[in-house]
Structure formats: structure tokens, C-alpha cells
């Protein structure tokens, strides 16, 4: 239905998605009405909707280099060193990087190799997180993930301490529920499972690998 009503709606601007006879007949029939009434707004939803990738192509740099000491994304040039946050956004293929001179949003599939980009930017940012979260766990100083708090005795959620020999395992769990996909960082401490969207933990792979290196050892 949604191509018809795109036909429709393109067609008296010359482009031919269905031809031009076959369009008329679909709105001559009885159905015809009711087909622009109903059909025409959820169109041009749509047709907005995925738009939205046509810009962010758009706005996006002509140009992204990564080394060792930053990224550079046409004239802005974000060292690793300030980066202060990581936040991934799997359902919207999406790397938040804020740092002391701002924010940046990382439209991994705007890219040709877009998960050898992504495993070079986290590498670079969670190797220098995870240096600082060391520092600050071993000071005594508790670290703020979003709606989870690291401490040396464990992990404390909603006020509730998890120590370190309660949490059996955890992992990051990938979770489709009509047709919107996310990720979930999953954690199981005295047999009971707990789920956290990666989208809303600040810096979760740097929580990942300070709590899987935790745990191994």
C-alpha cells in the first residue's frame, strides 16, 4: 500500500514508480478514496521517516581518519585523551563521544567499513576510560554508569550493594522486540538476572571490560 500511495503522490512530479494508467485505475476504483484517506498521511510518515538517513548522510563528513591520538572528522579533530563519555546506540548504529570540546555523534553506517571503525574508536576511548576508572576504584572514589555506581566492594544498583562474589557472570545481549533491535547489558548476581540497556549505561564497554577483567581474576 505504501508504494502505491509513493506512486501516487510522485507521479505528477515525473517520477514513474508505477505507470501512470495503472495509478489512475487504482484511484478510480472503490477503494480509491478510502486508499488516499488512510494511505496519503501514513505515506508521507514514512516518507519523512526514512528521509531522516538522506540528511544524516547529508551532514555528515567527507572525510574521517582515526590514529592513536584522536579523530579527526573534516576540520574537528577530537583527541582520545578528552574524550570523557562513550555511548552506544545499537539500534540506531550510533557512537556518542562526548568530549571537553563537545559532542560527537558517530553514524557508523555512513561508513564503507563500519565495524572496523567501531572497534577502533572503542579500543582507543575504553583503553583510556578503563585506565581512569582503575585509578579512581583503587582511590576509593566511586565511578557513575548511568544507573549503575562501581565501587571496590561491587556494583551498587538502585541503593542495593552486588560484591564482587555475588555476580556470576555478565555480557552484552542483543534483544529484538517488534522489529526494534537494542542491546542490553546483562548481568546475573545471586542467580537472578538483571538487564540494562547499553543505550542508557554511560561508558558500558569500559563497565564490560573493568568487570570482566574483575571477575577472570
Not at 487504482?26 to 498521511?41: D, N, Q, T
Not at 538522506?54 to 591520538?69: C, G, K, N, Y
Not at 539500534?91 to 558517530?106: E, F, K, N, P, S
Request: charged content about 25%.
Amino acid at each position: 500500500m505504501f508504494y502505491v500511495e509513493a506512486a501516487a503522490l510522485l507521479d505528477p512530479l515525473g517520477v514513474p514508480l508505477l505507470p501512470h494508467r495503472m495509478i489512475q485505475d487504482v484511484l478510480r476504483s472503490p477503494f480509491g478514496f478510502h486508499l488516499l484517506l488512510l494511505g496519503i498521511p501514513c505515506c508521507l510518515y514514512v516518507l519523512g521517516w526514512r528521509a531522516r538517513d538522506l540528511f544524516a548522510w547529508l551532514w555528515a563528513p567527507h572525510a574521517l581518519t582515526v590514529d592513536d591520538e584522536g579523530l579527526r572528522a573534516d576540520a574537528t579533530r577530537i583527541r582520545w585523551r578528552d574524550v570523557r563519555e562513550i555511548i552506544e546506540q545499537h539500534a540506531h548504529d550510533r557512537v556518542i563521544l562526548r568530549h571537553t570540546g563537545g559532542t560527537l555523534r558517530l553514524r557508523l553506517d555512513l561508513w564503507s567499513d563500519a565495524e572496523t571503525l567501531h572497534e577502533a574508536v572503542t579500543a582507543q576511548v575504553v583503553s583510556r576510560l578503563l585506565e581512569r576508572v582503575n585509578l579512581q576504584v583503587s582511590a576509593g572514589k566511586p565511578v557513575r554508569f548511568g544507573p549503575l555506581t562501581l565501587g571496590d566492594a561491587g556494583l551498587i544498583h538502585r541503593g542495593r550493594l552486588l560484591r564482587w562474589a555475588d555476580i556470576e557472570s555478565i555480557r552484552l545481549q542483543d534483544e529484538v522486540d517488534q522489529g526494534y533491535s537494542s542491546r542490553e547489558l546483562v548481568i546475573v548476581a545471586q542467580g537472578r538476572t538483571r538487564k540494562f540497556d547499553e543505550a542508557k549505561v554511560i561508558n558500558a564497554p569500559v563497565l564490560l571490560a573493568y568487570l570482566s577483567d574483575r571477575l577472570a581474576g
